[in-house]
């Protein structure tokens, strides 16, 4: 199956900012009239970001533990119920005691093993549920020596973590957890659900994830790779796609977990790179199916009734449309 889907924002951020006891903030996530929006755009997959904390019900999140996880449950419950594939990823973390308010650079050894054994344990008998280990790693300041392939797959200590406020950064060291370690704790939770394990330099390079994953990886038979792309990034040109990503997917699967364009248009990267996607066979997202004021990336003005914004919206709706979905 190939998926084209579109992520769905709100169950990272609202349960931890504690402006909200609505999980969703107020947006009509889970409801049938935004199920029916997205199969009218031919889309059968989205993308869900989970935040660990919440998960976990620590460090003083509004929206926590049962409470959280029912929420979750039940919207991916009924997306299934409503014909979708689903990918539940971990997007925002923090170690310690730190509130998990951002995107840091890893998974941490603090919570995020205990975050996907308890992922993995209660979707493990979901079939159409892909568990995306991280959302975009990236590795700005590991320790001297270490290599960013190693530090994804076997973890690693780093010197600085994100908070989400101010400051901006703390300068610590704190350990990651590898991919490998986590691949592990799903499996040993009784999950078998495919995998999807990201690429370095925030998800956008792949050029060693092959090498790297039979070096110091898990050896999982099931876990695909996790790309994304967008337009300014290091590889987001073709002659990298075709050297990188087209070798890459003859021996693995490739799920695009995001990608975007400007929703203002005129659409300089979806017209090229989404024809090449699909021509090689790889499954991709958008990043969002979100009415926000913030335009960028944005893809709906209405999320139940599926209005698309000028730009990325009309052109990723009208791609859809256009293809013959499984």
Not at 74 to 90: M, P, R, S, T
């Amino acid at each position: 199956m190939t998926l084209h889907g579109v992520d769905m924002s709100g169950t990272e951020s609202v349960c931890a900012q504690n402006w909200s006891t609505d999980p969703f903030g107020g947006q009509p996530e889970d409801s049938a009239a935004t199920f029916a929006a997205m199969r009218s755009w031919n889309i059968n997959a989205v993308r869900v970001p989970l935040n660990e904390d919440c998960w976990l019900g620590i460090n003083g999140v509004e929206i926590g533990g049962s409470a959280y996880q029912s929420a979750i449950v039940q919207l991916v419950n009924d997306l299934q119920a409503a014909g979708f594939y689903v990918i539940l990823d971990l997007h925002w973390n923090a170690p310690g005691t730190q509130i998990a308010l951002s995107q840091n650079p890893a998974p941490d050894e603090d919570h995020s093993p205990a975050f996907w054994s308890g992922v993995a344990s209660t979707f493990g008998g979901y079939g159409s549920v892909l568990l995306d280990l991280y959302n975009e790693p990236y590795f700005y300041w590991t320790t001297s020596g270490e290599n960013e392939w190693q530090c994804l797959w076997q973890g690693c200590t780093l010197t600085q973590y994100v908070t989400g406020g101010s400051p901006y950064t703390v300068t610590t060291n704190w350990t990651t957890a590898g991919f490998d370690q986590l691949t592990t704790d799903i499996r040993n939770a009784g999950a078998s659900n495919v995998i999807m394990a990201g690429c370095v330099d925030w998800a956008n390079d792949c050029s060693d994830w092959a090498s790297s994953f039979a070096q110091w990886g898990s050896g999982d038979a099931n876990t695909v790779v996790s790309w994304h792309s967008y337009p300014g990034e290091s590889c987001d040109t073709q002659s990298c796609w075709n050297s990188v990503i087209a070798p890459l997917a003859t021996e693995r699967p490739v799920v695009i977990g995001e990608t975007g364009d400007s929703s203002a248009g005129p659409e300089t990267y979806l017209p090229t790179f989404l024809p090449w996607a699909s021509a090689h066979g790889l499954s991709f997202l958008a990043w969002t199916w979100n009415a926000w004021q913030d335009s960028d990336d944005v893809l709906v003005s209405s999320m139940t009734a599926g209005t698309p914004t000028a730009g990325e919206g009309v052109y990723y709706q009208q791609y859809l449309l256009d293809l013959s979905l499984g």
